[in-house]
Nanobody
Framework: QVQLVESGGGLAQPGGSLSLSCAASGFWFGSYGMSWVRQVPGKGLEWVSEIYSAGSVTWYSEAVKGRFTISRDNAKNMLYLQMNNLKPEDTALYYC?????????????WGQGTQVTVSS
């Protein structure tokens, strides 16, 4: 049974930093690409970043490029998102999500989310 558990959210000031983690279990973590996706209440889901299964390729949305860094530790079954220079518009519920087929395909599993609030 696939399980994804996010942690590390909280309150940060504009310009500050937060580090999110996602603990994965129930599948061969090192064989699947993973993403971070966020959602603002009342708005749709917004894709934030993706990392390939081996960790060698990463992708970022234009909104976070240069400020966020995605990484993974396949030995520990962990996914991370380092968020620097946070902006109020980064406020959202952040989910980690598993790709369905290696480094491609739609998402087939999600965590419960961790709230990030950026405010002075």
């Amino acid at each position: 049974q696939v399980q994804l558990v996010e942690s590390g959210g909280g309150l940060a000031q504009p310009g500050g930093s937060l580090s999110l983690s996602c603990a994965a279990s129930g599948f061969w973590f090192g064989s699947y690409g993973m993403s971070w996706v966020r959602q603002v209440p009342g708005k749709g889901l917004e894709w934030v970043s993706e990392i390939y299964s081996a960790g060698s390729v990463t992708w970022y949305s234009e909104a976070v490029k240069g400020r966020f860094t995605i990484s993974r530790d396949n030995a520990k079954n962990m996914l991370y998102l380092q968020m620097n220079n946070l902006k109020p518009e980064d406020t959202a519920l952040y989910y980690c999500a598993k790709l369905s087929s290696g480094d491609s395909g739609p998402f087939d599993s999600w965590g419960q989310g961790t709230q990030v609030t950026v405010s002075s």
